[in-house]
């Protein structure tokens, strides 16, 4: 079943990911492949750092994580078909490691274990279910809590700053930078603006991008840097590196 032909209220039900993982055979990626992403990540997430993928599916994201130097790639997802299935794919590659877990209560990891929380398309699906405010509150809350001070949650979504910040800002104490990728493009698509990655993207108060950009519905994808307890420097850049 193709995510096209799917109810997106599917996407909150953990049976549904049971069934699609079950007859899927090859990896997906929500939204962006790891190479578009990478400039970012190594951005704000060193190679060193213990990084837990939340909702990690059967994508080949953090196998690119690991071929480009990461040490602990730990992935979690709420489907235990997937799991299973990416345990046997990657058991001779021991920087990744796959756990069964449902992101709403993450108990298993001790508060403050992990430097990055990497989120492509989770909160997204979670606020596609019933019950998404309270949902997406629990995950966010875990996410944090799971965090080490100044650890940095990078959120991936279509979800636009209008509904997005919102959210993250009402829920959690975080210093967030908001970046843009383009959806990837075919070469029938028309040519749109070329956002630089790496550079924050300014948002006025109401989390309009119009308003300082001068651009309106622009098609990308989202990127929220949220970072712990206040601190929105890149990792690369502090001192202990």
């Known amino acids: 079943m ?10 909150g039900e953990p049976e549904y990911w049971d069934k699609r993982y079950a007859s899927e055979s ?5 939204y962006q492949k790891y190479s578009a992403l990478a400039p970012l990540l190594r951005l704000y997430i060193p190679t060193r750092s213990r990084v837990l993928v939340v909702g990690c599916g059967n994508s080949a994201f953090s196998e690119g994580m690991v071929k480009d130097g990461y040490e602990e790639v730990v992935n979690v997802d709420v489907s235990s078909v997937v799991i299973e299935a990416m345990q046997r794919k990657y ?14 209560d993450m108990s298993a990891f001790q508060s403050g274990s992990f430097d990055a929380v990497c989120d ?22 875990e996410v944090e809590r799971v965090l080490k001070d100044n650890g940095v949650y990078l959120l991936i979504t279509y979800g636009s700053p209008a509904y997005r910040l919102r959210l993250l800002k009402d829920l959690c104490a975080w210093t967030i930078k908001l970046h ?10 028309p040519k749109s603006l070329s ?47």
């Not at 001779?92 to 709403?104: E, N, T």
């Not at 492509?120 to 809350?141: F, P, Q, Y």
Request: aromatic content about 6%.
């Open 2 to 11: 193709s995510p096209a032909s799917t109810s997106t209220t599917a996407y």
């Open 26 to 30: 090859g990896p997906f990626d929500w």
């Open 91 to 104: 058991i001779d590659l021991p920087q990744l490691k796959y756990m069964q877990m449902d992101v709403r």
């Open 120 to 141: 492509k398309g989770t909160l997204d699906s979670i606020l596609c279910g019933t019950d998404s405010r309270e949902n997406a509150a629990k995950m966010l809350h």
């Open 180 to 189: 843009v990728i383009e959806k990837t493009l075919t070469e029938d698509s």
């Open 195 to 241: 956002w630089e990655l790496t550079k924050p993207v300014p948002l006025d108060e109401g989390g309009s991008l119009e308003a300082t950009t001068g651009i309106k519905n622009p098609d990308v994808h989202y990127i929220y840097v949220c970072t712990k307890d206040g601190s929105s420097i890149p990792k690369s850049e502090t001192k202990n590196d």
